[in-house]
């Protein structure tokens, strides 16, 4: 069996019009149909093969395409990645020129610290020789203290001796702190009540304490005048209106009495507190009587 086709039915027709025309010989439409069977058969392997070379067509053209679209893909990649590459060149021309800047400032920091750290040294060799003379400026400095505290102390136990009479009565104090050495005495010991000038008891008693300062050269002596909180009142407010002019004057005048007993009156000064400084309770007798002082103070000179 053989499939008809335009070519068979055409040999057909030729061959039925060749038997109508009389007399084709048997055995050439044998040959015939042999070689209509033969070109069949040939037909029928070319379309076998068409088909065959069709599908193979369709793969190779699938292929094909596959390979169009894996070459598109691929440009796009290859533009992405020289997008990527000019990126990556903009980016490392960036971070050269970063890097030779940071490399630029680094040095310029290495050289400013090395000089700094030069700069220290030789600041440290500077205080070290600082401190060492500050250590002998201390060395001296406390030495000389020893001696002026020495001094000090002698004049304290010279005034203590001296005036133990006195400092067992009650009339004088002498105190010494951190070379400051006061001598407070009270005011009835050398003022009547509210009198400026100095009794001749009062006179008697300076006189010793001046014999003791006359041996000190060494430092300032200061007069303080103190008193209770009552206020000046009667004729005696005329001449001194508030606790300060009488203070001060009875301070001037004792500061006086010392440059007259041979003080060397550049030691000397007078200072009046009135009522604001004092070493006890102004609401009793005993108070206020240890409020009326004079203090005489020996200072180390500034």
Known sequence: MF?????????????????????VAQSDYLRKQAEADALNRDLAARTSQNSDLKAQIDK??????????DKDALIADKDGLI???????A???????????LEV???????????????LRNHQIELEGDKQMLAESISLLRQTKEVEVRKVSKTYEDLLSEMKNEIAQGQIAITELRGKLTVDVVDRILFDSGQTEIRPEGLGVLK?????????TDKVIRVEGHTDSIPIGGA????????????AARALNVTRFLEKEGIDPALLSAVAFGEHQPIAENDTPEGRARNRRIAIILLPRE
Do not use: H
């Open 236 to 247: 005696l407010a005329k001449r001194y209106p508030t606790n300060w002019e009488l203070s």
């Open 91 to 101: 980016d490392t021309e960036r971070f050269e020129k970063e890097r030779t800047a």
């Open 208 to 216: 010793r304490v001046v014999e003791i300062l006359m041996t000190v």
């Open 3 to 23: 499939q008809k086709t335009p070519v068979l039915a055409a040999v057909v027709v030729a061959f039925l019009i060749l038997g109508l025309s009389g007399c």
């Open 83 to 89: 997008t990527d590459k000019k990126r990556l060149i």
């Open 105 to 119: 400032r680094l040095n310029r920091i290495t050289e400013e610290t090395s000089r700094t750290i030069e700069g």
């Open 60 to 69: 190779l053209t699938a292929a094909t395409e596959g390979l169009i679209a």
